[in-house]
């Protein structure tokens, strides 16, 4: 499954990135480091030295500027290098790594590894994480698995009852056959739960008491290349009122075969105190079924479809897969097109 | 070296398959999973889902139906889905996984992975270790080899003074060059020791007493595709009476390049506790010169091998390879057959 | 980048070989066993048995022959079999491996592995480890890296203030811009620091007290394929005396991505205990930096170079770079040379 370039990713939470120590990681199965100048404006650069390839992020990182930890040339956030210490201090035009755009938003650094120029990232329903308006709490998991099959685990909501049984299944929302839709090129999973006995894990996060009777309803929202929103929605039988809870699910790829998980909670910060309470509960709550039971399973159907390669049949698709159909259409599309060099089709 | 699919081998040692847990092993470099149904039956399907490609081995066994661990399919013992938990229940006619033929011989469950329907499992020879009327002592170890040069060590009487000087091998055995003959796809190496001090191993194997002077003959009964059966007869000096102690080496590939060696020692039900406890002793006994000897020899001759690849002169052949030449000429001929498409030749 | 067989290489420290004990080790990407005969000649062979590929180090060396561990066929340094232990002890012609030619001098034994025959070891200027004459300390690390690779490194003399700020850089050698000569295929690489302040490392390898002020010069010779010498001279400021300390350097590739690296320090034995004591300290004192600092820089960098591939730019060339510079062009052209079947040249 290719890696869909023309985009924007997340690189890293925006609180990862730092002015006296670089970041590195891997992106878009690139090496890149990552850091901030004085000012606190990220940069992005390629992490070797064009003079020996010598891994940028093993440098130090003073005003701004990142020097290479062999021969000590000096590189600012444009990718440009700014000081040679040796001989005459001459730089040679060809002295430069490459700078990949960034764009900070909703407490993440975003990154365009394109060729081509970067669009506009705008990407307003994920305002909820935006920490300006909003307390917001953060995960960051690695999957060993593709991002699109990582992705397919988020906008699969029948699974839960099966691989999540003790924390966010429940007979009740497994009683639902869900719905989907499609607008553009965004995709939603939708599936309700009437007077559900809510999952302890679930009450808990709303503060509602345990034993609490709800109706719960789970909207799952994909954008391309791999962006979800979730909404969760509960209405107690006892009260008119509604709960809801939103998370946002962020996924860049590592390689071909794993995944940066990056997830966050986010609440108004007008709750207070409390907003800062609920969403460090709820990303610590999430963290465990995902890192206990979806990275083992992404991990095993990785190992399995590299295993079977082309020669195997293909999957048998039931109606549950209805989010997943359609949000891997919207990639073949996206895939085909940047492949023939159209990365840019009006929209529909 | 090509596995020969044509055949049976045995997956698992009969009393290593439950119906309460399912026990997942790769063979002939396919994932499988066996289980045995609520009637004791046992069975062996491919180890993933056909939804999602989940492995089946990670889910829950009920009633002789295996679930799914991701999304809770229900597949029974002849792979089929049988229950579809989501919205109206319907089962697709895709959602079915490849079940494969077993038959319960000799205290092993052994599978059947060609495509072309299976033959008859007919290996009157290995009723020492039926455990209907045998009591037999069971190992099990992995080989980092091919599973015919795993053969060839079992099939090669001449190393065990050299490979396995303390426990197996004896001047008086060195001292014999081998013999070897052939029936039909039946290979036989034999190798005698007169007047031999016995190793104390074999000596106390058999309920002698240490520094007992007898006769040992060996004989190891080779049949493709890797069954082997060795016979040690021994004759003390002292006595006119014939020990015989009997071994099943039952070699399953893994992966082209490891191998699963299922070895097991029966003696009659009518010698009572003391066949339980020399049958327990033969096995321990064997599996250290095994494990510590024949195992880090093959695992470095499988890396000479894969190293040396084509490029590499022919091995030197000696007299003592004479079973070895043998078996390997049956199985050429019966890898090229397969190859051909014509893999049930008249018996010579 | 390919390896050139057409050359003498370091096998191992003489002192490595014994005639009780082989020794195991991958030389130019082929597995080879040393031992020395009861003469105490050296011998290097290939290390699998042609009879079924065991490898020949884990067998018995007695009376300077090694016996194979599975079959016990032994073989003298020429590699002829010659000993079968079984039946009538016929040893098929075909029954030997490839010995190598070897070369013991300057303490090390070299070994020739081209199949063509190989030209006369004739390097004086290492007499200074020669230990006849020399009193000489050995050291002995592995990189993650092609041997060109590991050689540049010691051929760059303007790394030491980055990467060994506390050790072997200073400011006062970081202010010289290096010369480069080339004389034939031999390549120098020369800097020199007036008025430092010693590194207290250098100063006390050559028993000057701390915060010595002195001239230093430092001078590396390289000769291929990767064999260097480097001479520190220094004048302390108060004394006319110069204080000389001469290292070897010696590359042997171990595959095309690591490289043996054979390092030792010699001293006049005319010095007595004192040039063990030097000798020691100055082979202690480089093992630091080379084993924590360089190494982790080799093998970053040959992930870089290994994940460019051909599609990177070339690496940007510094004026620093001038002593890499030749010693690679000498190296192309003797690569090519030996691809084109020309290997001895008319020296220019």
Avoid at 203 to 211: F, S
Wanted: aromatic share 8%; hydrophobic share 40%; net charge negative.
């Amino acid at each position: 499954m290719d890696i869909l370039k023309n985009a924007w990713y997340v690189a890293a939470w925006a609180h990862e990135l730092r002015d006296d120590q670089p970041l590195a990681r891997r992106l878009l199965d690139q090496p890149v480091v990552l850091f901030r100048d004085a000012h606190g404006v990220p940069h992005a650069l390629a992490d070797h030295c064009p003079h020996r390839f010598a891994p940028l992020h093993r440098g130090d990182l003073r005003d701004g500027t990142l020097g290479c930890p062999y021969h000590g040339l000096r590189f600012d956030g444009s990718g440009q290098c700014v000081h040679n210490p040796h001989g005459d201090g001459h730089v040679p035009a060809a002295a430069r790594v490459r700078a990949y755009p960034l764009c900070e938003r909703f407490g993440a650094v975003w990154i365009w590894m394109d060729e081509r120029p970067p669009c506009t990232l705008d990407l307003p329903w994920f305002d909820f994480i935006d920490p300006q308006q909003c307390e917001v709490s953060y995960g960051y998991l690695q999957t060993q698995a593709n991002y699109q099959l990582s992705a397919d685990n988020l906008l699969d909501l029948s699974h839960f009852q099966f691989l999540h049984p003790s924390t966010l299944g429940s007979a009740a929302m497994a009683a639902d056959s869900g719905r989907f839709e499609q607008n553009g090129e965004t995709v939603w999973s939708r599936r309700d739960a009437r007077g559900e006995l809510l999952p302890p894990f679930v009450a808990r996060g709303l503060g509602l008491p345990d034993g609490t009777l709800a109706d719960r309803r789970i909207a799952v929202r994909w954008d391309p290349p791999c962006l979800l929103a979730i909404e969760v929605c509960v209405t107690p039988a006892s009260s008119s009122m509604e709960y809801v809870s939103r998370s946002a699910h962020l996924l860049t790829p590592e390689s071909a075969t794993s995944t940066h998980y990056f997830y966050a909670v986010g609440l108004p910060k007008a709750l207070g105190e409390l907003a800062r309470t609920m969403t460090a509960y709820a990303v610590t709550g999430l963290t465990q079924p995902f890192r206990d039971e979806d990275l083992p399973m992404l991990a095993a159907q990785q190992r399995a479809f590299d295993e079977a390669g082309d020669a195997s049949p293909p999957a048998v698709l039931l109606p549950i897969d209805g989010g997943i159909v359609r949000a891997r259409r919207v990639m073949e599309r996206k895939l085909a097109l940047e492949a023939a060099g159209q990365t840019r089709p009006h929209a529909p």
